[in-house]
């Protein structure tokens, strides 16, 4: 809730019934705080209180509603939801849609117009997690051969109902062919003719493209609207910054949710039941537990070596531990230049010099240091320090290069490079880590 306004008065008025009073208070409020506020609602509230919205708000907050979305539909006349929906832009009537029963989206479809069932039609046969699913085709666009004044007319016109009046895309016979700003009209003579003052390098993406190329291009150019093109330059629809915003969150959460083992999720999280959060996490433990049982079968198999030596016992989960978080740091950093463009498969020989450079330098810092450590702090033999501060050097070097390069061949083999960050490559990294340890010290120690 905006720190401007006080929830605990808005309840009050609510349970009062003093509606007069709380319209008021609604009318001065942003969108996006009164959508929380009804949200905080049990659903007869909310419903009493979203009947107070004039339309064009109403609109504007059922789109930033969180919960309840399929409440209120069924709560609301034909009359209601077809004032809600004819303020609606198309990509959020779209979205709505996407997330509904068949008997919702069947009444929603019932109470547009012809015109709006098309297009809605036209954007929901794309790929979820394409371009075209995002895309909206209420925009603004003028002709070259139009001039500036004759433009401004037809801002004025159709620009009430658009999504954003600020870019203006010129096309020619739906070819698009350049893009002008409101800010460039407004500093032109009205007898300039569009074509001599657009900017005719435009940055555009096909209708199949994935969500993600989306999210780099208006990161890479700064951009505040993206036109989607079909295969002949065609312009279909526009993408506008804040739906571009939506999809980094989503994108950021879903890979946060695959590097820590989780299978991702679209809601919010007191959304998701218990046995789904279950279904989601389960998958992932059960595969990294059953993985895990090799290092068990290494120390089972070294049995014999340890109970020689049973100071080698100590020094395991830190191993462990500094491999594991050795490969943490490579495969994140790569994943997150791979997100953003920064790194392709085939610079893989660059990454790995770089990361074979930089393994060294922290293998030997850190080497440096065990073995000082397990000198003076733990007390033990010269022998052994060394072969802790060897397998130490070697971990680190082998976790960093297989956490730079997993990723990489994940993505190049059609998979989510997320999906090999920390707890995989941990758990292949503590197998390792074991056998280079054991190896070093049968050849230090003869065991």
């Known amino acids: 809730m905006h720190e401007n306004y006080d929830l605990g008065l808005l309840m009050e008025l609510v349970r009062e019934r003093r509606f007069r009073q709380l319209r008021e208070l609604l009318d001065e409020m942003n969108e996006v705080d009164v959508a929380e506020f009804l949200d905080e609602l049990d659903i007869e509230q909310e419903i009493l209180v979203f009947r107070l919205l004039p339309k064009d708000t109403a609109a504007e907050v059922f789109a930033y509603l969180e919960e309840d979305q399929e409440k209120l539909i069924g709560a609301l006349s034909d009359k209601e939801l077809r004032e809600v929906l004819d303020e609606l832009y198309l990509d959020d009537t779209v ?8 008997n919702l989206v069947s009444r ?20 979820k997690d394409s371009a075209g699913s995002l895309m909206t085709t209420e925009f603004v666009y003028l002709h070259p051969n139009n001039t500036v004044e004759e433009s401004f007319a037809r801002i004025r016109k159709v620009g009430l109902d658009k999504e954003t009046v600020y870019t203006c895309y010129v096309t020619a016979n739906r070819v698009l062919r350049g893009v002008v700003t409101v800010k460039r009209l407004l500093m032109s003579s009205y ?53 571009a915003m939506d999809v980094m969150e989503e994108e950021a959460t879903e890979d946060i949710e695959k590097m820590a083992a989780i299978l991702p999720t679209d809601k919010p999280y007191f959304q998701t039941g ?14 990294l537990m059953i993985s895990a049982t090799f290092t068990g079968t290494i120390l089972g198999f070294f049995e014999e070596a340890l109970a020689s030596n049973a100071a080698l016992t100590l020094f395991i989960p830190m191993l462990m531990d500094t491999g594991g978080n050795s490969g943490g740091q490579a495969s994140v950093t790569i994943i997150r230049a791979m997100s953003l463009g920064d790194v392709e498969f ?37 022998s052994v320090a060394l072969v802790v501060a060897a397998t130490i050097f070697f971990t680190i070097v082998i976790a960093k290069l297989i956490g730079c390069t997993l990723p990489m061949l994940a993505k190049k083999l059609g998979f989510d490079p997320a999906v090999m960050a920390s707890p995989f490559i941990t758990t292949v990294v503590d197998a390792l880590s074991l056998l280079v340890y054991f190896a070093v010290a049968t050849q230090i120690l003869g065991l």
């Not at 900017?199 to 993600?212: A, F, L, P, R, W």
């Not at 279904?279 to 595969?287: A, D, T």
Request: hydrophobic share 45%; proline share 3%.
């Open 346 to 382: 085939a610079d893989w020989l660059r990454v790995i010099w770089k990361e074979l450079r930089v393994s060294f330098l922290c293998a030997a810092t850190l080497s440096v240091v065990v073995f000082g450590k397990v000198m003076v702090v733990d007390r033990k033999s010269a």
């Open 95 to 102: 979205d709505l849609i996407e997330d509904m029963p068949a």
């Open 274 to 287: 218990v046995i789904e959060t279950w279904k989601h996490r389960i998958p992932w433990l059960l595969l």
């Open 108 to 127: 929603i479809l019932r109470n547009t117009d012809a015109s709006t069932r098309s297009q809605i039609n036209q954007l929901l046969n794309y790929p």
């Open 191 to 243: 007898e300039t003719r569009i074509g001599d003052i657009m900017e005719t390098n435009v940055v555009s993406i096909g209708t199949h493209e994935d969500k993600e190329d989306v999210a780099q291009l208006f990161s890479k150019y700064d951009l505040t609207a993206l036109p989607v093109v079909d295969g002949d330059d065609r312009l279909l629809g526009i993408i506008t910054v804040d739906d």
